[in-house]
């Protein structure tokens, strides 16, 4: 708008006249410009006040995005879209590849059950022994006897019947008939006995030629248990398949 003014008079009046009418025409627009850049400014500063409690946009769009939402249960159509994603992700199982699995379960349930004596069979048979490994078993087994005084003629032959059980031959039970009559010294065998790592199946010859009802002959297997070193999960596997 265009205002004219016919200035008359005293200049200095007419000119305060003037200012004071452009500070009123100003003011207005200057103070609507001013609160509009201000707000404008507390607007970004303070958009994400603006959104209602407990909502948080940008992390309910990340989590649409990952499908993980669906496990709240709270967007039915959400939990929909994110299973068949899983389901599509997922490959289709062949017969063969479902059987493999469940026999792969019994196997490892069976193996569990039964651990101890799957790890630690100590199923004895000399015929899988050395010559040298077989003369140590036959001291082991005439000392044993020796030692819990039961190296008379019915207990050695009932020792070499059982010898012959597992495998020693006829060569063999000659030989421990010999070492049952003069065994042989306790600490050397042993030492012996560690070297060639055979403490487990000493003991476990030692428990099959064992009687229970013999203190002796259980102290004395607790003698041979500490003093071969022998773990308690193969004491456990042994005692439980030689029980005498």
């Known amino acids: 708008m265009r205002v004219r003014l016919q200035l008359s008079g005293d200049s200095a ?25 201000a707000g404008g400014l507390f607007k970004r500063l303070f958009r994400a006040a603006a959104e209602r409690d407990g909502s948080a946009h940008g992390l309910e769009a990340e989590v649409r995005r990952i499908g993980n939402l669906a496990e709240f249960g709270d967007e039915p159509e959400i939990a929909r879209a994110a299973q068949t994603q899983r389901r599509a992700r997922r490959p289709i199982a062949l017969p063969r590849q479902l059987i493999v699995e469940a026999l792969s379960e019994k196997v490892l349930h069976d193996w569990l059950q039964n651990r101890h004596q799957t790890l630690y069979p100590l199923t004895i048979n000399l015929r899988r022994l050395d010559a040298g490994q077989v003369e140590l078993i036959l001291q082991v087994a005439a000392l044993f006897l020796s030692a819990i005084g ?11 019947a059982w010898l012959a059980s597992v495998g020693a031959q006829p060569e063999q039970l000659g030989r421990f008939a010999v070492i049952a009559a003069d065994p042989p010294a306790l600490a050397p065998l042993l030492e012996r006995v560690q070297e060639a790592d ?22 004395f297997l607790d003698y041979l248990a500490a003093r071969l070193a022998v773990p308690n999960n193969v004491l456990r596997s042994v005692n439980r398949r030689y029980r005498g």
């Open 13 to 37: 009046s007419s000119r305060r006249a003037l200012e004071a009418l452009v500070r009123t025409r100003a003011a207005p627009a200057v103070a609507t410009a001013a609160e509009g850049h």
């Open 150 to 160: 039961t190296t008379g003629r019915v207990r050695t032959e009932q020792g070499a």
């Open 198 to 219: 055979l403490g487990a199946l000493a003991y476990a010859v030692s428990r099959a030629l064992a009687d229970p009802r013999n203190a002796v002959s259980r102290l």
